[in-house]
């Protein structure tokens, strides 16, 4: 009898976490079709990339490594600062589902994710368009 993997560990762990988010944030500061998204970032990605890196990974089923450094994610919270809208959300999706099929995440996996990724992003939204 086998258990069931964590998208973590399916996905491939924290090195799979690690390009994902790597190619993620090169596609929004290189694609002109995302400088709305990287607009809403620092100038400076290095700590935009460790917190998604660390959020991911416990948000897929590895260890919490985010709320030991940076508290409880309170993901609505942080990001109420910025206008997310449906623009903002197609935008983060599309960079995101760019990265993922760059990554060579496919299958069952991306199909989770995918979905999980829209669920959240969506609920993100703070803006009504």
């Known amino acids: 009898m086998s258990e069931k993997l964590s998208i973590?560990?399916?996905l491939g762990g924290l090195d799979q976490i690690d390009r994902l988010v790597d190619r993620f944030y090169d596609l929004?500061?290189?694609?002109p079709a995302f400088e709305a998204l990287r607009a809403m970032h620092p100038q400076?990605?290095?700590s935009s990339r460790e917190k998604l890196k660390f959020f991911l990974t416990g948000w897929m089923g590895g260890p919490d490594i985010y709320s030991p450094?940076?508290?409880h994610p309170m993901l609505r919270a942080r990001h109420l600062p910025f206008k997310i809208g449906v623009k903002e959300r197609n935008q983060w999706l599309?960079?995101?589902?760019?990265a993922l099929e760059e990554c060579g995440v496919n299958g069952n996996v991306a199909k989770q994710l995918e979905e999980s990724f829209l669920n959240t992003a969506d609920w993100m939204r703070?803006?009504?368009n």
Not at 28 to 31: I, R
Not at 94 to 98: E, I, P
């Open 44 to 46: 400076d990605l290095s």
């Open 94 to 98: 599309a960079c995101m589902y760019q």
């Open 69 to 71: 450094k940076y508290g």
């Open 28 to 31: 929004m500061a290189l694609e």
């Open 8 to 10: 973590y560990e399916a």
């Open 126 to 128: 703070n803006q009504p």
